[in-house]
């Protein structure tokens, strides 16, 4: 089946520098890829859409100065938190999309996720 | 627009037990539907899902069937283990959501021995 991986699977950073997330669509190739982000014991909150070679589209309140997102290649995504506060703590999950577009048939693969901690 | 409703939780059960999470959606046009499933400290995994009216979604014991009738895909499965135990989420995507995946807000499934 399809295989999403990220790295790192945990980070711990000081406050105002700045941490890069990979996600990677290992056996597939992924024209879109999603960023979310979890709180504890919460749902997951979609923060952008990337699209391979166009700039990432951001959910409404999500600062696209502060999570900076690049979609290089088909297979791979990176989140970019800049300067991150302990307020930025979370899990970080992404998603690559698998499917031809057609309505009703996209299935999303998901990575295992990024614990990031800002100390 | 889009949305999710599913049972909140948390369910807590004994093992062999018969396990129903209920999920209800509202969309417009036809949906697929996904069941998520997340283990303590993991990412989300697809556990099953249905892409039209009828279909049913099976994985793992489980099994969940599109009710457009009732706008219903409700998690069911009829013995469970303490391995089950995880946070289960509901979703759907769909042309109107521009394809993103629309949550539930999750529930969490406790299994005892």
């Known amino acids: 089946g399809a295989v999403v991986s990220q790295h790192p699977s945990w980070v711990i950073c000081k406050s105002g520098t700045s941490v890069k997330i990979e996600c990677r669509s290992l056996?597939?190739?992924?024209?879109?890829m999603f960023w979310y982000r979890q709180f504890p014991k919460q749902s997951l909150m979609l923060m952008a859409t990337?699209?391979?070679?166009?700039?990432?589209?951001?959910e409404q309140g999500v600062e696209k100065d502060k999570f900076l997102i690049n979609h290089a290649s088909l297979t791979l995504s990176t989140l970019t938190v800049t300067s991150a506060h302990p307020e930025d703590s979370s899990f970080y999950i992404c998603?690559?999309?698998?499917?031809?577009?057609?309505?009703?048939?996209?299935?999303?693969?998901f990575g295992p996720g990024t614990r990031l901690t800002v100390l | 627009g889009d949305s999710v409703t599913q049972m909140e939780g948390p369910v807590t059960l004994s093992e062999e037990a018969f396990l129903t999470i209920n999920c209800t959606y509202t969309?417009?046009?036809?949906?697929?539907l996904f069941w998520y499933v997340q283990y303590p400290g993991e990412g989300l995994q697809l556990l099953l899902k249905?892409?039209?009216?009828?279909d049913k979604g099976s994985n793992k014991g489980f099994e969940a069937t599109y009710r457009k009738e009732t706008t219903s895909f409700h998690l069911e499965k009829g013995s469970v283990q303490v391995s089950d135990s995880a946070v289960y989420f509901c979703a759907l995507s769909s042309y109107s959501s521009a394809s993103k995946i629309i949550f539930g807000s999750g529930t969490r499934l406790s299994i005892r021995p």
């Open positions: 056996d597939f190739q992924a024209t879109t």
């Open positions: 969309a417009t046009g036809y949906p697929s």
């Open positions: 249905a892409t039209k009216a009828d």
């Open positions: 998603s690559a999309r698998d499917g031809g577009g057609r309505e009703g048939t996209d299935t999303q693969y």
């Open positions: 990337s699209n391979e070679g166009s700039k990432a589209t951001y």
